[in-house]
């Protein structure tokens, strides 16, 4: 197929024509917002990722599941625009893609949010909250930060996934590792991002953080957006996936949706899942 | 699903501080109380030093210092260093008195030369800084020795001393004169422009950094440049202008002294730059970044400035001034360190 007459065209133009600051009213749910096929990452003679063929839907949560070394930072990266890919090929909203920065991918929609890398702790909420967005009144040399609307907006924004911050002046350093998640996933659904690329968001939360951070997972899907979540825990994975992607050794070993597999399939394939129970029913408790 | 049903379930609520304990992790803090302690020691102690005269020759020498450490707290801020800045003031005199004195330009030519040679030092310490990863503190060493060799090898060869004078000779020198060099009286103290410069400087920096765009970005690129650069900040360019804001603020600095003595040694400005950081320091800046402020460092330039000067008054040895520095700034990093952890590691979990 050529890629002009690549079937994701359709959707390009209703994604182009969208506004951009409110994600979940401009994509019917279930369309698909990114795909790679056959993409492909070398570090010199070292293969780190290869044949990795998967689609990306509007409203559901795609899992990326392996073990350390098995390529899914590498995936992430080429996603998220840190790291180009040398093999296959990417396209976001039927267009082919190759991102040289994180900016260009933001720009494009696809936010990420790095496990320890998602705030600036000696900053406070609010100042985190528009970082590198900042809003602005006034005509230069007296153009300020709009401190007021910021404050509002974050305070708003933050409450509708459930945290309520009375002080936005704190630092975010205060806050714990799964309330940052939340303000890092808030900022990035704020600014219109329609991929939501989650890397190990729960991997050092106990449960009841990783728990909050999932219910976090389960309300970007719900606002419509195609969320990409990476984990070594299927035990935090299955309760929310629409879509399970595994990787080892750089290469994908399964792509199944949550109909194909059950949840002691999974189990099995990953080993361990204990509290899979307590976090099936945390999220049936929280359908939005 | 709504705020109110979220909140019910039992997430995390983060209260409010009181209007104290927000105080209490003011960065500034330890520096305003040591301020006020060593006024009223040296109040108690001599009887010059809270007098008209006294308050004049403490801000005079406080003045050069203060915009100094301002500028390089908002450096320090944003995580870098910039030990060429001491020699630079050097530089900078030197440039605008020997396009005046051997080419015989007007003065404000010299000056705005000055402040293009200024800028391009800083750009170059910032685009060294940021494209090869190398820390600051040793970019900024080569410059400052770089710069000190320039100083006195072109003064050498050009006027065969190390010294650079009849800058009073130039044209519109007037008006230099009245704009970085004239004097106000209050009572028995002349009080020196400079210190209006200062606080034009303080005041500038302190709403560029807590109320404009650049200022989150400064404090981001020093906090956490990894994920400020991940949200769309763009670091290295943050950084390169804080270089050239520093290497400005040398110029300012070089520019009211060879306008004020009419002429420049080619040597003066060695050292300078640790005192522009231990005031910075004083006044709350952390060295690892991301945590500071401008009024802060005019504190710190303050308090340096007052023990200097009440030694003096007292009729102490100066010999003891260094100790008291010493002992200021270990008693400022640690009261920092301290302060900054009140306010990001008190992580509920």
């Known amino acids: ?288 | 699903m709504t705020a109110a049903t979220m909140s019910a379930r039992g997430t995390p609520v983060t209260p409010g501080r009181s209007p104290l304990l927000r105080a209490l992790a003011r960065p500034e803090l330890g520096s305003v109380i040591g301020a006020i302690a060593i006024a009223a020691f040296f109040t108690t102690q001599t009887d010059q030093f809270a007098t008209w005269a006294g308050v004049a020759n403490v801000l005079d020498v406080t003045a050069a210092l203060g915009i100094m450490a301002v500028a390089v707290a908002l450096l320090m801020i944003g995580g870098e260093f910039d030990l060429s800045a001491g020699v630079l003031t050097a530089s900078t005199g030197l440039v605008t008195a020997l396009l005046v004195d051997r080419l015989g330009v007007n003065i404000w030519e010299g000056i705005a030369w000055s402040l293009l040679f200024a800028l391009a030092v800083g750009f170059l310490n910032g685009i060294l800084v940021t494209r090869t990863r190398v820390p600051s503190f040793i970019v900024t060493l080569g410059t400052f020795f770089a710069l000190q060799g320039l100083n006195v090898g072109v003064t050498k060869q050009l006027t065969e001393t190390v010294q650079v004078g009849g800058v009073d000779e130039a044209q519109g020198y007037g008006v230099a004169q009245a704009v970085f060099a004239s004097t106000w009286t209050v009572g028995e103290g002349e009080f020196r422009v400079a210190i209006l410069w200062w606080i034009v400087v303080a005041v500038v920096a302190t709403l560029l950094l807590v109320r404009t765009k650049f200022g989150n970005w400064i404090f981001a690129s020093g906090g956490a440049p990894v994920s400020a650069r991940s949200v769309g900040v763009p670091v290295g360019r943050t950084k390169i202008l804080l270089f050239m804001a520093t290497a400005a603020a040398a110029w300012l600095v070089g520019t009211i002294s060879v306008v004020r003595l009419t002429s420049v040694q080619a040597n003066v400005g060695l050292g300078e730059e640790f005192n522009y950081i231990i005031a910075a320091v004083i006044g709350g800046c952390l060295l690892t970044g991301g945590v500071g402020s401008a009024i802060g460092a005019s504190i710190g330039a303050l308090i340096y400035g007052m023990t200097q000067q009440g030694i003096v008054f007292a009729q102490w040895d100066n010999d003891w001034f260094p100790l008291f520095l010493g002992g200021m700034l270990l008693a400022a990093v640690l009261i920092n360190t301290v302060v900054v952890r009140r306010r990001a590691e008190d992580s509920p979990g």
Request: glycine content about 10%; aromatic content about 6%; hydrophobic content about 40%.
């Open chain 1, 1 to 288: 197929m050529r890629p002009d007459l690549h079937p994701m065209d359709d959707i390009h133009a209703a994604l182009d024509d969208a506004g951009d600051q409110l994600p979940e009213s401009d994509v019917a749910p279930h369309t698909p917002l990114l795909e790679v096929r056959g993409l492909g990452k070398r570090y010199g003679g070292v293969v780190a990722l290869q044949g990795i063929s998967a689609t990306v839907n509007s409203g559901e949560v795609t899992c990326v599941l392996g073990d350390n070394g098995a390529g899914k930072s590498t995936l992430i990266k080429i996603l998220s625009g840190v790291v180009s890919y040398d093999q296959g090929q990417y396209f976001v909203a039927g267009k082919r893609v190759k991102f040289s920065s994180p900016r260009q991918a933001l720009d494009r929609g696809i936010a990420t949010v790095f496990q320890d890398l998602a705030v600036v702790p000696l900053m406070s909420i609010w100042r985190n909250f528009f970082l590198g967005s900042e809003p602005t009144r006034g005509v230069w040399p007296f153009r300020r930060l709009d401190i007021e609307h910021a404050q509002d907006v974050t305070v708003a924004e933050l409450a509708r996934f459930g945290l309520d911050v009375q002080d936005p002046h704190q630092p975010v350093g205060t806050l714990s590792g799964g309330e940052r998640q939340c303000v890092a996933i808030a900022r990035a659904v704020y600014f219109g991002a329609r991929v939501l690329i989650l890397d190990e968001p729960t991997a050092s939360l106990g449960v009841k953080q990783a728990g909050m951070v999932i219910r976090h997972v389960v309300q970007a899907r719900e606002r419509g957006l195609g969320v990409i979540f990476i984990t070594h825990n299927p035990r935090h994975a299955y309760p929310v996936g629409d879509r399970f992607i595994m990787l080892n050794h750089g290469a994908m070993v399964a792509n199944v949706t949550r109909e194909d597999i059950d949840l002691n399939d999974l189990t099995q394939l990953m080993s361990g899942g204990a509290d899979l129970d307590e976090l099936a029913h945390e999220v049936q408790d929280h359908p939005g």
